[in-house]
C-alpha cells in the first residue's frame, strides 16, 4: 500500500536525493503540493530544535503526516563548526560557494581536516513525533572538486573512498551518506508502523 508524506523542505536537491532513497511506495511530495511557498522558519540552536522547528510549521498548518531533515557540517578542528549554522556560515543572504570558501580559509594551515555531515530527521506520524539521526565521517580537501551534488560537497571526501561526494555518482553519496543513514531507519520505521 502507498503512503503519503510530506517532505518539509523547498530544497530540491535533497527532495531528489530522499525520493531515490525511499521506497516507491512512500509518495513524496513538498510544502509546494499543499500551496505551501513559506520560507519554513529555522532559527534553532541545534540540528534537533530546527528539524522540529521545520515539521510542526507544516503540520501545525495542514495536519498531515510529514518529516523535515537538518543537517550540519561538523568540523573537528573548528570545535563543530560550522555545525547547526552551516547554511548561513558566511552570513546571509545564504550561498552555498561562500560558505565553502570561508571553511577552506579557516582551515588554511591546519592538518586535522577531519570533519563528519550530521543529518537530524524530525517525523510526526499521527500526530506523535519521532526523531533518527544519519552522520558520515570524512575529511575536508584543500580546494574544491567535482560538481555534482550541492552545499559543501565539492570539499568533503568520505572515508573509504578518494572522491568528493561531488565526484562520486549520486547513487554512491546516496547510499552512504548522512542523510541516506537518517532516512534508511525512517524507512524501517515506516515499515513496522504501516
Ligand atoms: P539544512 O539546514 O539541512 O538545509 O542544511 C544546512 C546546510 O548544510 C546546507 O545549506 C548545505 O550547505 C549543507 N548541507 C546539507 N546537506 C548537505 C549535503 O548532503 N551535502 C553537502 N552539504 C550539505
Not at 2 to 17: G, I, M, P, Q, Y
Request: aromatic content about 8%.
Amino acid at each position: 500500500m502507498s503512503r503519503k508524506l510530506v517532505f518539509a523542505t523547498h530544497n530540491a536537491h535533497k527532495v531528489d536525493e530522499v525520493r531515490a532513497i525511499l521506497p516507491a511506495s512512500v509518495e513524496l511530495v513538498g510544502p509546494a503540493a499543499l500551496g505551501c511557498h513559506d520560507e519554513i522558519p529555522e532559527t534553532g540552536k541545534t540540528l534537533r530544535d530546527n528539524a522540529l522547528q521545520k515539521v510542526q510549521y507544516i503540520h501545525d498548518r495542514f495536519g498531515v503526516d510529514c518529516f523535515a531533515d537538518d543537517t550540519g557540517l561538523e568540523v573537528e578542528a573548528l570545535d563543530g563548526a560550522p555545525g547547526v549554522y552551516s547554511a548561513r556560515y558566511a552570513g546571509e543572504p545564504a550561498d552555498f560557494a561562500k560558505n565553502r570558501a570561508k571553511l577552506l580559509a579557516a582551515l588554511t594551515g591546519i592538518s586535522n581536516r577531519r570533519a563528519q555531515f550530521r543529518t537530524v530527521v524530525s517525523l510526526i506520524l499521527n500526530d506523535k513525533t519521532y526523531f533518527f539521526e544519519g552522520i558520515v565521517t570524512g575529511r575536508i580537501i584543500a580546494e574544491e572538486r567535482g560538481v555534482g551534488g550541492f552545499g559543501y560537497d565539492s570539499v568533503f571526501v568520505p572515508d573509504g573512498y578518494d572522491k568528493t561526494f561531488a565526484e562520486l555518482p549520486a547513487a554512491v553519496k546516496n547510499s552512504i551518506s548522512h542523510r541516506a543513514r537518517a532516512m534508511e531507519q525512517l524507512n524501517n520505521f515506516l515499515a513496522q508502523h504501516p
